[in-house]
């Protein structure tokens, strides 16, 4: 599985060919490496308006213009899609909710494995708010919520779709975004996912502005 080259070993690194490593090893360097994650709680319905949610770390925004959401959803070990996948594919909507420290224990019952008969944010407690623009509802405790429209799925292979949505309406926590349109990080106080059964928080800010060529050459020459 590692590379034979010494050079590697010299640099104190050990180099992986992804070509020869089994789908669960690379998953565990990537989740491993690629942290921390934002964690999207994914609200659906189904055809016939049951609610659906769970959380997905395979996630990011893409896209501002148009403003495009990616999740990556895994499918079941037979190849047939999970409930989320389902019924994008179905409703061709679904709604991002960001998880919050305070909404912590509530993604996770929603990772429970329940049947596709159960509505998780009735186990979770989980009050919802009615969709705007798309069918399935957003969570109000979600300090952040983007109503997405499907745009596009990617069939990764047979483990994984790519659903790509387009967000169509949001909802915001009052404190949480100024006449500006900044959101406040302190308040989102979102969290991430990190290898293995570890999650981060994202109260540790630290500003670093991007100097501009002229500043960046003048520093350079002291």
């Given at each position: 599985?590692?590379?034979?080259?010494p050079?590697?070993?010299?640099?104190?690194?050990i180099?992986?060919d992804?070509?020869?490593?089994?789908?669960?090893?690379?998953?565990?360097?990537?989740?491993?490496?690629?942290?921390?994650?934002?964690?999207?709680?994914?609200?659906?319905?189904?055809?016939?308006?049951?609610?659906?949610?769970a959380?997905?770390?395979?996630?990011?925004?893409?896209s501002?213009?148009?403003?495009?959401?990616?999740?990556?959803?895994?499918?079941?070990?037979d190849?047939?899609?999970?409930?989320?996948?389902?019924?994008?594919?179905?409703?061709?909507?679904?709604?991002v909710?960001?998880?919050?420290?305070?909404?912590?224990?509530a993604?996770n019952?929603?990772a429970?494995?329940?049947?596709?008969?159960?509505?998780?944010?009735?186990?979770?407690?989980?009050?919802l708010?009615?969709?705007?623009?798309?069918?399935?509802?957003?969570?109000?405790?979600?300090?952040?919520?983007?109503e997405?429209?499907?745009?596009v799925?990617?069939?990764?292979?047979?483990?994984?779709d790519?659903?790509?949505?387009?967000?169509?309406?949001?909802?915001?926590?009052?404190?949480?975004?100024?006449?500006?349109?900044?959101?406040d990080?302190?308040?989102?106080?979102?969290?991430?996912?990190?290898?293995?059964?570890?999650?981060?928080?994202t109260?540790?800010?630290?500003e670093?502005?991007?100097?501009?060529?002229?500043?960046?050459q003048?520093?350079?020459?002291?």
């Open positions: 599985m590692q590379d034979d080259d050079t590697d070993r010299r640099e104190a690194s180099g992986f992804f070509g020869r490593l089994s789908g669960r090893e690379r998953y565990k360097l990537l989740i491993g490496a690629i942290v921390p994650r934002p964690i999207a709680l994914v609200t659906t319905v189904d055809r016939d308006g049951r609610v659906n949610a959380p997905f770390s395979f996630f990011n925004c893409l501002a213009d148009p403003a495009i959401l990616a999740i990556g959803v895994e499918r079941r070990g190849g047939r899609p999970k409930d989320t996948g389902r019924n994008i594919r179905d409703t061709q909507a679904f709604t909710n960001i998880v919050s420290r305070a909404l912590l224990d993604m019952t929603c429970v494995a329940f049947e596709p008969e159960v509505d998780e944010t009735v186990a979770a407690g989980l009050a708010r009615p969709g705007v623009a798309v069918p399935c509802p957003s969570l109000l405790a979600s300090p952040a919520s983007f997405c429209r499907h745009h799925t990617l069939a990764i292979g047979g483990s994984r790519i659903v790509l949505g387009e967000v169509v309406h949001a909802h915001i926590h009052r404190d949480c975004v100024n006449e500006r349109l900044h959101v990080p302190v308040v989102l106080d979102a969290i991430g996912r990190m290898g293995g059964d570890l999650y981060a928080s109260r540790d800010l630290f670093l502005p991007t100097p501009s060529v002229a500043e960046w003048a520093a350079t020459r002291r």
